[in-house]
């Protein structure tokens, strides 16, 4: 899936994830992939080497994931 605004599970899944590309390749060492995922996390989660976010084990619910590149 290469870009959606949203992603619904069906009753019987409870994980997926979501791997981060960076737009612009100068420093990849430097960049950062911050994330937060609303009903999930109090803060920012910042991936430098891995570039994927696992979630696993949801709930049923409603969560919103946020990201940015730094």
């Known amino acids: 899936m290469l870009l959606t605004n949203s992603i619904t599970l069906s009753y019987d899944q409870s994980s ?3 791997e ?3 737009l612009s390749y100068t420093s990849p060492e430097m960049t950062e992939y911050p994330f937060k995922s609303e ?5 920012w989660t910042y991936l430098k080497s891995n570039r994927r976010a696992y979630f696993t084990d949801l709930a049923t619910g409603y969560f919103l994931c946020k990201s940015s590149e730094q």
């Open 39 to 43: 009903g999930l996390d109090h803060g």
């Open 16 to 18: 997926f994830n979501i």
């Open 20 to 22: 981060f590309a960076a």
